[in-house]
């Protein structure tokens, strides 16, 4: 049987086979990794992106064979620990995936890899704390806890505590909190007096969905965008009682608890649907969970699909909405020269740079466009063991934003921003619909 060498084809992503039994069996999982690693080991074009592969190919050329059989399957686990299941491999570069017939999807094998190692109960105390969103948050965004967290998170000494006790890095930069959850003082849906004026793609009715970040940590991202949604006469509300996308968890390996989140959230925004509401996240990676993990993890249900279909990303709604004229293009101020970050959980949507075309509707406005990895990846850039690793990653789009020499700079995922921040000689991140709220003058 002749063989294609790659493949020019759109990928396929085939459904996570993850209530399987043999999905869990280690044995079976090594097997896939050995075949799926020496792949990887022939072809190398993904060595550029997250650290996985410099630390495969690193392995394979220094064993006794220069093969794939010449490493330790004890230490794949290596390979495993530095994945950001961003898919950007599987997406954007690798020219084996379905429908190629070697079918390799590396992070949907990285995915089974942390849930076999999460199964067996080798995950570490600390990643099941850091990654259970919703009640760690909840307890920090109350008043007097959330001024010492933040005051814990400025004292040098308390840092180096933290990375003895806690395995978290003195210098990671930490989001602050809030004393009391944004979630808590909005209001169901904001009074609007405009028309409603649906498109092909779009209601002309958004339901917010908050997130973890932005109810905890960054409320003014939110108000920035219900700002510009009202500002072009959309329809706005918040779905109260959501839980975390479960982001966190798909990372960890917890499938079963990344079920129980979907299962909380779904009906809260069936809901919405019903009541003829598209939804919007402001954080890519939430809007990613339901676009395109949980569809791939329940490919049967058909509430996700329903949920999958009316989800947008903030740019991308808004550019669809562009498309049928309905966007105000009477800006009040230029943005100047932008550095944009486009995060990998965005790019991997498939949906184009709606935020930098949505930007350059801004009259006096130059963009430069990064798209490269910002080291941050959720935990990965505040642990002990990767902080360094993911501050190596993001030199290169610090490097980039300080040749650009920007007015302002920014990405749609705000955790990128602030990592990218960090490795600034000064400057702040925004998100790009802070850009867009400044430039309307509201």
Same mark, same amino acid.
């Given at each position: ?103 390799? $999807?590396? !992070? ?5 890899? %942390? &849930? ?5 109960? =080798?995950?570490?105390?600390? #990643? ?42 003195? $210098?990671? !930069? ?5 004393? %009391? &959850? ?5 209001? =169901?849906?904001?009074?609007? #007096? ?249």
């Amino acid at each position: 049987m002749k063989v294609k060498e790659g493949s020019l084809e759109a990928p396929k992503r085939e459904p996570l086979d993850w209530k399987n039994p043999d999905f869990y069996d280690k044995d079976s999982t090594e097997r896939e990794m050995e075949r799926v690693f020496d792949v990887c080991h022939t072809c190398r074009r993904c060595v550029s992106l997250c650290d996985s592969f410099p630390t495969l190919f690193d392995l394979i050329d220094e064993s006794e064979t220069f093969e794939v059989d010449g490493v330790d399957k004890a230490d794949f686990g290596k390979v495993v620990d530095q994945c950001f299941l961003c898919d950007l491999c599987a997406e954007t570069k690798c020219p084996y995936v379905p429908p190629h017939e070697w079918a390799i $999807d590396f !992070p949907h094998l990285m995915l089974r890899a %942390k &849930a076999q190692k999460f199964s067996a109960k =080798g995950t570490k105390w600390r #990643d099941r704390i850091i990654t259970s969103t919703d009640p760690i948050f909840d307890a920090l965004s109350k008043p007097g806890i959330a001024h010492i967290a933040n005051a814990a998170a400025e004292s040098k000494t308390m840092r180096k505590v933290g990375e003895k006790l806690f395995g978290l890095h003195k $210098d990671a !930069p930490l989001p602050k909190f809030l004393p %009391k &959850a944004l979630s808590k003082a909005l209001p =169901g849906e904001i009074a609007s #007096d405009a028309l409603v004026k649906p498109t092909d793609r779009t209601t002309g009715k958004v339901a917010i969905y908050v997130t973890c970040y932005g109810d905890h940590n960054e409320p003014q991202m939110v108000e920035d965008l219900v700002s510009v949604l009202n500002h072009n006469e959309i329809l706005v509300k918040f779905i109260k009682d959501a839980r975390c996308c479960g982001m966190p968890k798909l990372e960890l390996g917890d499938l079963k608890k990344v079920e129980k989140m979907k299962d909380a959230n779904l009906p809260l925004f069936i809901d919405a649907i019903e009541d003829g509401y598209d939804i919007i996240a402001p954080i890519p990676s939430c809007v990613l969970m339901y676009k395109q993990q949980l569809p791939l993890m329940f490919p049967e249900e058909a509430d996700v699909a329903r949920v999958q279909r009316a989800f947008f990303d903030p740019f991308e709604y808004l550019m669809l909405r562009q498309k049928s004229n309905l966007i105000d293009q009477n800006f009040q101020q230029a943005l100047g020269k932008v550095a944009y970050h486009v995060a990998c959980h965005q790019r991997v949507q498939n949906f184009g740079m709606k935020t930098r075309e949505f930007l350059e509707l801004v009259p006096g406005t130059e963009i430069t466009a990064i798209e490269r990895c910002s080291g941050h990846d959720g935990t990965y850039a505040i642990k002990a063991e990767t902080y360094e690793k993911a501050k190596k990653i993001a030199r290169p789009v610090v490097r980039r934003l300080e040749e650009a020499s920007p007015d302002s700079f920014g990405s749609d995922c705000p955790m990128a921003g602030r990592m990218i921040a960090d490795g600034m000689h000064s400057g702040k991140a925004e998100h790009p619909i802070t850009m867009v709220r400044r430039a309307y003058g509201i």
